[in-house]
């Protein structure tokens, strides 16, 4: 029988993530596409909208911490920084760009029947199980590089108080929003139907973040759950193999729920646990979500007719962004949205390894991917 | 490419591409078309269903001197991307 406690986990990150899905699909609100245009078209409409999530979380997690209504800080599966989170983030950046999305984005765009969005999903799973096989050697190479060990967010390694260096960090960005209100800069034209403006879809999740944190127990997170499809996918041809490896051993999720007080673990490995009950229920929400939002305007539809090296670019992308994402360890989604509002310092510097990962993504994506005569 | 010459439109369904191409391939077909638009009243017809093309399109356009329309189809966009001033020659 299964606990009410963790009924209401999986209920709960379905709710959550139909929600975000649906918000995600009507304002686009592709993540990878905001660091690619701002290579590729020096475009940085969308990134503003990032800027404005990030701090809008900054706000409501501190203001839910200083209530007490967070009781972990900093929540579960941060750890202390290493080198290699710099690697891994321009992996990732890298990958994100060739799959034409980050590993939430892809989601969103395959509820709306993008095939090559399945493509890279299928890809995501693949580059997973290949990390399981690579974990051993990177996580030697993590250990070798880490600094500051037992500090995870910037105040524990300075000694302050967060409020102390996160209210004068959110005084420019809000000079600059309000810059950007006076400039009419917010609003982004676009003749689509059900359209969610960027900024608003921006606002919206934040609340969502911050009620994942505050009844989770932390922001949102889905990378795992692609080692564990992988883990549960290779089960049938090499059991003996997977029950021998380290990655799927480790138990990497150890925390109290909020609310429920149940105590729970979960790891990457083939178990129906913590990780399986918290992170299927939002993949499967976030696809179910943005299904829904298309299917409601009628814009469901397959077009599998697309050039060749389009569907090898979303699938090597979607390899390259899950090694990137269990090196670093964790997606942008998991580092923008949960680990940065808190400066923790495994997502500072996954922020600046996603920067140069992303502007070799976009070289390498106009030079093979682009632009070909492809029409078809 | 389908090329409709009694409308004079030069239609392109790139519909189910990764993203950004379709922005590119719009960029590209305006440049390469450039003369058409320009001098023989062309138009350039872009079918997507990227969300996010509808945007970016008409703003990037727009600044090299072209008016778009976009018209909803079923389940996917219709953009037209004309030269803004007309010529009557």
């Given at each position: 029988m299964i606990k009410p406690g963790i009924l209401f986990l999986i209920t709960l990150n379905l709710s959550l993530g139909i929600t975000a899905g649906f918000i995600m699909h009507r304002a686009d609100f592709c993540v990878a596409g905001m660091f690619r245009d701002l290579f590729l078209f020096r475009r940085t409409t969308m990134l503003r909208s990032l800027l404005l999530l990030v701090v809008c979380s900054i706000i409501l997690f501190d203001a839910a911490r200083q209530l007490g209504i967070i009781r972990l800080y900093p929540f579960p599966l941060l750890a202390s920084p290493a080198l290699t989170n710099i690697a891994g983030g321009m992996i990732f950046g890298i990958g994100m760009v060739l799959a034409g999305g980050c590993v939430v984005g892809v989601l969103y765009k395959m509820g709306s029947g993008n095939l090559l969005a399945a493509t890279a999903f299928a890809g995501l799973i693949i580059g997973s199980g290949i990390y399981a096989e690579l974990h051993p050697w990177w996580v030697a190479l993590a250990r070798k590089t880490a600094f500051l060990p037992g500090k995870i967010t910037l105040p524990q390694a300075l000694g302050i108080d967060p409020s102390t260096i996160l209210l004068p960090l959110i005084i420019i960005p809000c000079i600059l929003f309000f810059r950007w209100v006076l400039q009419g800069q917010w609003p982004a034209q676009a003749q689509v139907e059900g359209y969610v403006q960027p900024w608003r879809a921006a606002i919206y999740l934040s609340i969502l973040g911050a009620l994942s944190y505050i009844l989770v127990g932390m922001p949102f997170g889905v990378t795992t759950a692609y080692a564990k499809m992988a883990a549960y996918l290779a089960l049938p041809f090499a059991p003996e193999h997977v029950a021998g490896l380290a990655f799927f051993q480790a138990v990497s999720l150890k925390y109290t729920a909020p609310i429920s007080a149940l105590p729970l673990q979960g790891g990457a490995g083939p178990v129906m646990d913590a990780i399986a009950v918290i992170?299927?229920?939002?993949?499967?929400?976030?696809?179910?979500?943005?299904?829904?939002?298309?299917?409601?305007?009628?814009?469901?539809?397959?077009?599998?007719?697309?050039?060749?090296?389009?569907?090898?670019?979303?699938?090597?992308?979607?390899?390259?962004?899950?090694?990137?994402?269990?090196?670093?360890?964790?997606?942008?989604?998991?580092?923008?949205?949960?680990?940065?509002?808190?400066?923790?310092?495994?997502?500072?510097?996954?922020?600046?390894g996603i920067f140069p990962g992303a502007w070799i993504g976009s070289i390498l994506l106009s030079r093979f991917v682009l632009p070909s005569r492809q029409v078809i | 490419m389908d090329t409709t010459p009694e409308a004079n439109l030069i239609v392109h369904d790139i519909r189910g591409q990764i993203c950004p191409s379709t922005l590119l391939f719009a960029l590209r077909e305006v440049n390469r078309e450039q003369q058409a638009l320009k001098e023989k009243g062309a138009a350039i017809v872009i079918l997507t269903d990227n969300r996010n093309a509808i945007a970016t399109i008409p703003e990037a356009v727009s600044s090299m001197g072209y008016a778009t329309t976009v018209e909803k189809k079923d389940g996917y966009y219709q953009i037209e991307i004309r030269a803004r001033k007309k010529r009557t020659n």
């Open positions: 992170q299927f229920p939002l993949i499967a929400g976030i696809v179910l979500g943005a299904f829904f939002s298309a299917l409601l305007l009628r814009e469901f539809h397959l077009y599998h007719r697309v050039p060749g090296r389009q569907y090898a670019s979303a699938l090597l992308g979607g390899i390259v962004l899950a090694l990137g994402s269990r090196m670093t360890p964790g997606c942008n989604i998991w580092h923008l949205f949960g680990g940065l509002p808190i400066l923790a310092m495994q997502s500072l510097l996954f922020l600046a | -």
